[in-house]
């Protein structure tokens, strides 16, 4: 599917937030992304993932420029949207399109669905009335409604599963190239998250779209993403393509995070508790010199605290992160299966044991 | 404060205090808020400086009477000065207040400061009484009718409530005056003792004024803090905890949910304060209590600028220092908000 | 308004779909039923009374003095509500004094709700310099007594019906602002504001598509409780002689010329009174009904 | 505190003693009356745990999971219509008084709840928060009831627990006052430990040092853990035994190797299906059934789960399959399971 054209690049994003303090004082400048940089090619899905606090949810914000973001450049098909406002924006945000995290807030509750689908049509002027309702239609089909019985309804007559697809309905109604979606199945039950995640699937190959997608679960990602970044306190930790990424993490972080994600197979079993990893995210109003991650990494050293390790390429479209990354092992199994991170990595040496006194 | 703060200063004290307290939110909230509040007065005054001056009739005519000749009412507009333009008298009175001078009343040769300096005590006590009586009446009947919800109590003071909620200060006034000062002869009808005389006199005049004002706050907050403290024991996940740790509902009510309901209650307070002053130039009215608000009204029928300027300002004044009391009261009973957020 | 910082970073978690199961017995919502429906049906009947009867039926006028009536006590055969010591039909003043108190009551809340509720809107769906200007000349407003612009309004416009409803509406603008301005911070980031906007829909539209359909249920409860101030206000401006003058018929003013004759006949006052009260209850009960029926607050 | 004494006259219940189970759930019905209708939360639900288990209980929203878990801590809203039965000890606690089961909360069955956002009282300081589950049920002082609190902060391995005991909830992280809870949970060494999805709202990271930490205490005092999750995975790294539950029904229940090792009931298997594993590959489809679970509201004639069976016949929709055990320790409600390795 990725042919390789670059359609969104986004250079050194940085955005912030002041925070107050009751009765309006300043109480300090949150940096929640700090120097973001990637591209997403045309056909491709790009996960990104990392825990609360990351900023992955801030980065989609601010690449829709919503808000814009304070520095740094969003260059989608060709155009710095950054530079953009008003009507200039308007025109160059129509093929990029957002699917958010909770279907029920995302929809005014006195909307009907069809007016609700209907809406980025009636903004952009698209057709007359008769045109834009046979296109409502169509989209709702698409997504897997009936237009007869859900398009009279709101938004809390609907389940959540139904509501997630009346959003992607919506995102699609002009056609557009990327969508970004910001932990769109999170809130959903496992058999409705499937049943989503299979519609953005079905969606992916037949309309060539591109996703941006946001998630924090490691295993949801694997499942819709080309190319997976991993974020920690506003950084970028790693980038690379999803299978090399969860057979062998480079970055320590990434290998916490897979290592810590409970496996549906109790073959598996309790995996070695100092291979947890030990500590609290630091204050994102403060965050640690140097390496961010540096206050719970096992293998942070003196020049960790000092300097920023840049996001570098390591093997071909590796990009990590760290000055002491994991060591690549050799290729990947023959056979193309991916072996099981767990098990494959997990041996000592990697990971020295540490007293388990949690901070 | 707490003892952990103490043992943590305690190593660093002297300086480290005076760095605590620079520091202190509190502090910083109350500059920032005098500081914002000096714009909104400035406004205040101005806004009822024009609105006197733009509208129609003047102090001349409305103090000398309807007999009294042009030339009477010209020699008089400009004794008063009252004959220079709009923005020159403004600026005068401007500069004064800025050099703590009030000016005098046009009425009488009293100046405006000494004349709230007599009325405000009074407006004061009025207020602050009537406060006390709300709360020692309504804080206990909130919390019974929300151990019970629908319950007799919650019931009747349900209809109570609206009752009080609903009946006019005046109507109010006149029926309690009726019953406890003419039939029961208990409190007199009008007059006032101040609190210098006598004590038990001062009471004695001025708890049928005062219960009037409460009245309808009684109503509104018992019905806001039940309703709060219903929705806290009902979607707060912290009163689940606490049953699941076996704790009685009375402690959960009293012990966990009133605390957070004042923080609601608190920000209805803040909001009708303005409103609850108002309130008492209608009961002064009533009572014939020599108030702020009973000069007020002489004042305006007068068009003696001056006076209405400086109670006016003083009005505005008290509104700011209670809303930033209210925010100060927040800090104490909010932990979230005395403490600057240590993480996110 | 302050950012909390947890609200930038934190995600909530999808609720349990039965938590919300079990809320309300049938008991108790056929008992909030009944606190909207029986004052909504009295309102009506006074309604009726006051502006439609007096159009199908003949009743004395409430500014004809009848000399040889005066002082009738209740019930009195073709004075129901026996005559005043002027011989003014009481029951005649009352329904035009309601028309008063509702008519005062509904532009009062009207012009606030309009005024005040696009102020607030705006400014807090603007934000930054839009919302400083348009706030601080709020605070200046809320800060200012009001009821000192209510009395000097009147007191130099003149005593009348539309003066009262100017003076009364400095009181209701402010207040709707502030109620729109809160209700809005709390919409504007919803994510189908923000979902609105970059589907590329207007600043206007949203305001008046999105926003306001949603303010509406909160806006108009609160008129209602406000209508119920509004006329408890208008009482207290005839009351104080600054509000619509005598000899038009005034619940209020009713009430302050009856004030002399108190301990001879009550019912001068008491019959004004109870009207007045009952009203107010009316309105405020439908009010909170309804703020409970729509789940604001 | 009223029930502090209550506690100490009535001795702790033994729980290594006795034939029966520890806790004993049977045939549990929980009906919430509404206007909207009656709904069947849980539909009759039989299990029991024995000292020092690990259960897991999983199930998608609206299966009763969370519901039955409320009911078992008799915490759930008076709405709720409650019937079967819920041994402790041999003990009936279904139709206790509320005093009885004050008592009973806290001190034989604690409880971790879904949101440490909100399961904390933001306005009390978080040692004081320990401080009273203690003395709720123990009869000691303040100054022990303080000391057993940092000790039982240490023990959730909170650093510096003096400091930490006058903190309150928003100074920490999710993490720290999940930990808060489950010391809070802890406090009067229950017999019975519930975790209502107590890891949901935390990151992976968070999850792994909070569900070891769980399972440590458990190890320590050998109570019984039962974690109430939507997450297999969650239960298939954790609990010893799992019970699936749909449509306030009970499914499946099996010793969590088997279980995953062949799964009987399609349900199971389509929710194991459903799950992205870390192993799959990119962009394929995931293996989904259609439909919506059933409406509550009616009790349905068959199986629940027979409109969006893929093994679906006729018998299933004439009539519900009971519970029954098929195995050593293996039960299954379903007329057409799966045989032993089929349906991977």
């Not at chain 1, 390789?4 to 912030?16: A, I, K, P, T």
């Not at chain 1, 740094?72 to 098909?77: A, T």
């Not at chain 1, 071909?316 to 990595?345: I, M, Q, S, T, Y």
């Not at chain 2, 002053?277 to 002489?298: D, H, M, R």
């Amino acid at each position: 599917m990725t042919s390789g054209e670059v359609l969104l690049e986004v250079h050194d994003l940085v955005q912030e937030f002041v925070l107050r303090d009751f009765g309006g004082t300043k109480g300090g400048v949150l940096q929640a992304v700090a120097g973001v940089s990637l591209e997403l090619h045309v056909g491709e899905t790009l996960g990104i993932v990392g825990e609360t606090g990351s900023g992955k949810s801030t980065l989609a914000r601010s690449v829709i420029q919503a808000p814009p973001p304070k520095r740094g450049q969003v260059i989608f098909q060709g155009q710095d949207l950054v530079k953009l406002s008003g009507r200039a924006l308007k025109s160059a945000r129509r093929n990029l399109q957002m699917v958010f995290q909770d279907p029920f807030t995302s929809l005014d509750p006195r909307w009907t669905v069809t007016r609700l689908v209907e809406e980025p049509l009636v903004a952009y002027a698209e057709g007359d009335r008769q045109e834009r309702r046979t296109r409502v239609s169509e989209l709702l089909d698409l997504v897997g409604l009936d237009p007869e019985r859900h398009g009279g309804r709101h938004p809390h007559e609907l389940s959540g599963g139904q509501c997630q697809r009346v959003a992607v309905a919506r995102a699609l109604a002009l056609n557009p190239k990327l969508i970004l979606c910001d932990e769109p199945v999170s809130s959903l039950d496992v058999l409705v998250q499937a049943q989503v995640l299979n519609l953005f699937e079905k969606l992916r190959e037949e309309l060539g779209l591109s996703y941006l997608f946001i998630a924090h679960d490691l295993a949801l990602v694997r499942q819709v993403s080309d190319r997976v970044a991993v974020m920690y306190l506003g950084k970028l930790c790693e980038v690379g393509p999803v299978q090399s990424l969860f057979a062998e993490p480079l970055h320590p972080y990434t290998f916490a995070l897979l290592n810590s994600i409970p496996s549906p197979d109790p073959t598996v079993g309790r995996r070695d508790t100092a291979s947890v990893i030990s500590g609290e995210l630091p204050s994102p109003l403060d965050p640690p010199s140097g390496c961010r991650f540096r206050t719970r990494c096992p293998r942070a050293e003196g020049r960790c605290a000092a300097e920023v390790p840049e996001l570098r390429e390591l093997t071909n479209g590796r990009f990590v992160a760290c000055h002491f990354p994991l060591p690549a092992r050799e290729a990947v199994a023959a056979d193309g299966k991916a072996p099981d991170p767990v098990v494959a990595v997990a041996p000592a040496p990697l990971w020295p044991a540490e007293p388990n006194g949690a901070g | 404060m707490s003892t952990s703060a103490s043992v943590q200063s305690v190593s660093r004290s002297g300086s480290a205090f005076a760095r605590r307290l620079a520091g202190s939110p509190a502090l910083r909230l109350s500059g920032r808020r005098l500081l914002s509040a000096i714009p909104v007065l400035w406004g205040v005054t101005l806004l009822s400086f024009l609105m006197l001056n733009a509208l129609p009739g003047d102090a001349a005519s409305a103090l000398l009477g309807i007999n009294a000749t042009p030339a009477e009412i010209r020699s008089f507009s400009i004794k008063l000065h009252l004959n220079e333009p709009l923005w020159t008298r403004y600026g005068h009175w401007l500069a004064g207040v800025l050099t703590g001078n009030l000016g005098t009343s046009l009425a009488s040769p009293q100046s405006v400061a000494s004349i709230i300096g007599q009325r405000l005590p009074v407006t004061l006590e009025l207020v602050i009484y009537a406060l006390i009586i709300t709360f020692v009446v309504s804080v206990p009947l909130a919390v019974l009718c929300a151990r019970w919800p629908r319950g007799v109590i919650d019931q009747s003071s349900l209809v109570l409530s609206m009752a009080s909620i609903s009946v006019a200060p005046y109507v109010l006034g006149l029926f309690l005056v009726i019953l406890f000062a003419v039939h029961w002869s208990i409190f007199p009808a009008i007059g006032y003792t101040s609190l210098g005389a006598s004590v038990a006199g001062n009471l004695h005049t001025m708890t049928l004024p005062s219960i009037v004002l409460a009245i309808p706050l009684i109503g509104f907050y018992t019905r806001f803090l039940r309703a709060d403290l219903v929705e806290q024991m009902q979607s707060e996940d912290y009163v689940v905890t606490a049953r699941a740790k076996g704790v009685s509902e009375w402690r959960i009510l009293t012990r966990h949910a009133l605390r957070n309901s004042f923080i609601g209650l608190l920000t209805v307070i803040g909001l009708n304060l303005a409103t609850l002053i108002g309130a008492t130039v209608i009961v002064e009215e009533i009572f014939s209590l020599p108030g702020i608000g009973f000069e007020l009204l002489n004042a305006i029928s007068n068009r003696d600028v001056p006076v209405v300027e400086g109670i006016v300002l003083v009005f505005g004044i008290a509104v700011v220092l209670a809303n930033l009391a209210t925010d100060l009261l927040y800090g104490v009973l909010d932990p979230r908000i005395r403490h600057v957020r240590a993480r996110s | 308004m302050s950012v909390p910082a947890a609200d930038l970073l934190t995600t909530a978690p999808a609720q349990d779909v039965l938590g919300g199961v079990g809320a309300g017995p049938r008991v108790r919502s056929r008992l909030r039923n009944l606190e909207i429906i029986v004052p909504g049906a009295l309102l009506v009947v006074l309604l009726f009374f006051c502006f439609i009867w007096p159009l199908l039926y003949h009743i004395p006028s409430p500014t004809v003095a009848d000399l040889f009536e005066v002082n009738r006590p209740l019930w009195s055969p073709g004075h129901i509500l026996g005559t005043d010591a002027v011989g003014y039909d009481v029951m005649s003043r009352i329904l035009y004094g309601g028309r008063v108190s509702f008519e005062v009551a509904a532009a009062v809340q009207a012009i606030g709700l309009v005024v005040g509720g696009l102020f607030g809107m705006i400014a807090a769906y603007r934000g930054g310099w839009t919302e400083a200007v348009l706030m601080r000349i709020l605070d200046v407003f809320i800060a200012f007594p009001s009821l000192v612009l209510v009395l000097a309004i009147a007191d130099s416009l003149g005593p009348s019906e539309t003066h009262v409803i100017w003076a009364l509406s400095a009181f209701s603008i402010p207040a709707f602002a502030r109620v729109a301005r809160a209700a809005t911070l709390r919409l504007r980031d919803q994510p189908f504001i923000v979902a609105a906007r970059l589907s590329g829909t207007r600043t206007w539209r949203i305001l008046l598509q999105h926003l306001a359909p949603n303010l509406a249920p909160q806006l108009l409860t609160f008129s209602l409780l406000g209508a119920s101030l509004t006329i408890i206000l208008e009482g207290a401006l005839d009351f104080l002689g600054y509000g619509v003058p005598p000899p038009t018929a005034t619940w209020g003013n009713m009430i302050a010329t009856g004030q002399s004759f108190i301990s001879v006949y009550p019912q001068y006052v008491l019959v004004p009174s109870v009207f007045l009260v009952a009203t107010s209850i009316c309105l405020n009960m439908m009010g909170d009904g309804l703020r409970a029926r729509w789940g604001v607050r | 505190m009223a029930s502090a004494t209550a506690a100490g006259d009535a001795a702790p219940p033994d729980v290594r003693l006795g034939p029966s189970p520890l806790l004993e759930v049977s045939d549990l019905r929980v009906t919430f009356h509404s206007r909207a209708g009656n709904v069947y939360a849980v539909q009759g639900i039989s299990f029991s745990i024995e000292p020092g288990q690990t259960l897991a209980i999983i199930g998608e929203s609206g299966s009763g999971k969370t519901v039955s878990a409320q009911a078992m801590m008799a915490i759930l809203p008076r709405t709720a219509h409650v019937t079967g039965s819920i041994r402790f000890n041999g003990e009936e606690m279904v139709g206790r008084s509320e005093r009885e089961l004050r008592d009973y909360r806290g001190r034989c069955v604690a409880m971790v709840f879904q949101n440490p956002e909100r399961s904390l009282n933001p306005t009390m300081r978080v040692g004081s928060q320990i401080a009273e589950a203690i003395t709720t049920h123990l009869p000691l002082d303040r100054k022990q009831a303080h000391e057993r609190a940092i000790e039982l902060l240490r023990m959730v391995r909170i650093p510096a627990p003096e400091r930490r005991f006058y903190e309150y909830p928003h100074q920490l992280s999710g993490g720290m006052r999940q930990r808060v809870v489950i010391a809070i949970a802890l406090a009067c060494g229950p017999a019975v430990l519930i975790a209502d999805e107590a890891t949901t709202a935390l990151d992976v990271t968070t999850q792994a040092q909070i569900m070891d930490l769980l399972l440590d205490l458990q190890e320590e005092t050998g109570t019984a853990l039962l974690m109430i999750s939507h997450d297999l995975g969650l239960a298939a790294s954790y609990a010893e035994d799992v019970i699936v539950m749909y449509a306030g029904k009970v499914v499946e229940r099996a010793p969590t190797k088997e279980l995953f090792a062949g799964v009987r009931m399609p349900y199971t298997q389509a929710l194991l299906d459903a799950i992205p594993r870390i192993d799959t590959q990119p962009h394929v489809l995931l293996p989904v059934i259609g439909g919506r679970p059933p409406d509550l509201s009616v009790i349905p004639a068959g199986c629940p789960f027979a409109p969006r069976c893929p093994e679906v016949q006729q018998d299933c929709r004439d009539q519900a399959p009971p519970l029954k055990q098929h195995e050593p320790e293996r039960w299954w409600a379903c007329w057409h399971p799966y045989r032993k390795g089929a349906g991977q």
